[in-house]
Every structure is written in structure tokens, then in C-alpha cells.
Nanobody, 119 residues
């Protein structure tokens, strides 16, 4: 079965950095787009960043552009989210997801990892 396992979340001060990782297993091929979504309490889920299966195409929410970088290592079945210049408003549960395209439906989801940014 498909499993996506996130790691790397935690508590950081504003202006700091964190690197999230998502290890995927059980996917039948590497031809999945991968996305990082986030959801803060009382807010709708937002797609923060996404990357095509080849890594050639990336997409970012306006709120994270210039601060977050998504990347993937298909040999390791792992996708990363480097988060720099973190702000308190970045506080959320971050989820990794796999789908057939960046803008399409995401079929597989991880359990989420908490990121908390203190002022």
C-alpha cells in the first residue's frame, strides 16, 4: 500500500528555517507529482508548493514564493520542502501528497507534521 511519511517539523523562531522531508513507498512509479499542503487552525487547506515527477516544473503559493523551495530525489523516493525566513503565519500542519499532476487531484496523503513559528 502507498505510504507517505513526513518528518522535519518542529518549533522555530521567526526568521528561522526548517526542512521537511516526505518519504514515499508503495507508489507504482515515480511519475507522480508531489505537493506540500498546509492547514492552519480555522483556515482552509492551502497548496504551498508542488513539483512535477521529473522535477522540471514547480509551483508555489504567493504566500511562500521566494522563501520556500520544493525538490525531489526520485532515487530515494523523497520530496523535500526547504522553508526559509519563516513567519508566524506559516504555522500549520504540513501534509505531503502525491497526484497525477501538479494542478490535479492528489490521491495519496501523509499524516502531517506540525510546524510552529514563534514571533
Amino acid at each position: 500500500q502507498v505510504q507517505l511519511v513526513e518528518s522535519g517539523g518542529g518549533l522555530v523562531q521567526a526568521g528561522g528555517s526548517l526542512r521537511l522531508s516526505c518519504a514515499a513507498s508503495g507508489l507504482t512509479s515515480n511519475t507522480y507529482a508531489m505537493g506540500w499542503f498546509r492547514q492552519a487552525p480555522g483556515k482552509e487547506r492551502e497548496r504551498a508548493a508542488a513539483i512535477s515527477w521529473s522535477g522540471a516544473t514547480t509551483s508555489y503559493a504567493d504566500s511562500v514564493k521566494g522563501r520556500f523551495t520544493i525538490s525531489r530525489d526520485n532515487a530515494k523516493n523523497t520530496v523535500y520542502l526547504q522553508m526559509n525566513s519563516l513567519k508566524p503565519e506559516d504555522t500549520a500542519v504540513y501534509y505531503c501528497a502525491a497526484g497525477l499532476s501538479i494542478t490535479g487531484r492528489y490521491s495519496y496523503w501523509g499524516q502531517g507534521t506540525q510546524v510552529t513559528v514563534s514571533p
